[in-house]
């Protein structure tokens, strides 16, 4: 019997982080300064360069908006999520499992999703920040898939 997992992924506010020591924040306030209040800024800027938003409080490095996408990894063991990570702070996830039969306290979900309806019981994922697990994890996906389209 095939196993469905319908995982949602949400990113919470985590946009910013510090150049040099990788500290994260979610909002200017918690910078020292703000740009364009950022001393020697001409000299710290590449031409061309992305704009920072501000001076890391702790190193003083320049702090800059995060780009990109997040990548999440998650762990299915015998058909069961073990884990879910992700490369990047901030990030919340839920997966609704079609194989938990429901009880009295856990309430099932109806949801259309990929042109079917599935029910499930839906439970909360604290997804661990791994970067070297999810990095990994996407290499093998990008590896499989150039693979296959080689042939
Ligand atoms: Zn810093």
Redesign the pocket.
Known sequence: MAVIYLAVVRVLVCPMS?D????RFSSADELERVFPDIPDLINRLDAGGTVPEGE?P????L?YREQGRVRVGILLDGGLVKGVFADRCGVDAAVLDTEVLETDDEATLTVRALGETYVGVPQRQTPENNTGLVGRLFEAVERLESKERRG
């Open positions: 510090c040099n020591c990788g500290r890391c702790l190193c003083e490095a702090v």
